[in-house]
């Protein structure tokens, strides 16, 4: 699909709510989970990503996390997060669900964001239900290998949503409700293989007026899959891409040029 067309269609399909997945920040140098060159080839998410290995290691779990909150506070925006903030500052974007924890659609200065992930900006207590923000959490990591809540004494967990775990029910409820009455959906930098985004997919098509388009990043892959767990459940296998690339920054700079 053209830019110009796909401007177009979010012009004059509104209200637009956008999905985005770990392709919208690779740009910003964070890599993606499940492509060749993805944080999944090298690390076994049941080992460090899990609630699972929480439970039987946090000092692993809390490893990964310490690196991965170090990579992701020093990562910046890029043009298509500033190119999202700047739709919804003009009313073209209603709402952004994400799948991303680095909040930098927030540091973008998008509003309505809904990460049904969580974020790195905290880590939470599963005893008590506190939370720490994260530079607490990291100057704990100094000095500990596991960061511990100043309330009951438990470790903490990191503020994302581990494989296994449920998704945060009210992220998750905005995640699935909105698109319901959105005159167009748009998918940014999503392989549209992790719930809750292929359910989503699916909700426009409720509404003869609604229409559903997909924009990759300019490294992002699409992938084939309609499978959605009940729960945050680790890849099986690496999807086949099977989808053209798509220049994302120009496609939504075009929508208000
Ligand atoms: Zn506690």
Redesign the pocket.
């Known amino acids: 699909m053209p830019a110009a067309a796909l401007a177009a269609l979010i012009r004059e399909r509104q209200p637009c709510v956008v999905l985005t997945g770990a392709g919208v920040s690779t740009e910003s140098g964070i890599p993606d989970f499940r492509s060749d060159s993805g944080i999944w080839a090298d690390v076994d998410p049941f080992e460090v990503a899990s609630i699972q290995a929480f439970r039987r290691n946090p000092e692993r779990v809390w490893s990964f996390y310490r690196e991965r909150i170090h990579l992701l506070r020093e990562a910046e925006p890029n043009a298509a997060h500033q190119a999202l903030a700047e739709l919804e500052r003009r009313g073209l974007v209603a709402a952004l669900v994400t799948q991303n924890i680095d909040t930098l659609h927030s540091r973008a200065g998008s509003r309505d964001v809904i990460e049904v992930h969580g974020s790195i900006r905290s880590a939470v207590?599963?005893?008590?239900?506190?939370t720490e923000a994260a530079d607490d959490v990291l100057a704990q990591l100094e000095d500990s290998p596991t960061p511990i809540?100043?309330?009951?004494?438990?470790v903490?967990k990191p503020g994302v949503t581990l494989f296994g775990e449920l998704l945060p029910p009210g992220a998750i409820e905005r995640a699935t409700d909105l698109p319901r009455p959105a005159g167009s959906v748009l998918f940014v930098g999503s392989s549209l293989e992790v719930w809750p985004v292929p359910g989503c997919r699916s909700r426009p098509a409720h509404s003869p007026s609604s229409t559903a388009a997909r924009l990759l990043s300019t490294t992002a892959r699409c992938s084939r899959s309609t499978q959605a767990p009940a729960q945050h459940s680790p890849p099986r296998s690496k999807p086949s891409a099977d989808g053209a690339r798509v220049d994302c920054t120009r496609c939504l700079a075009e929508c208000y040029d």
């Open positions: 207590c599963l005893q008590c239900l506190s809540c100043i309330h009951c004494g438990d903490l």
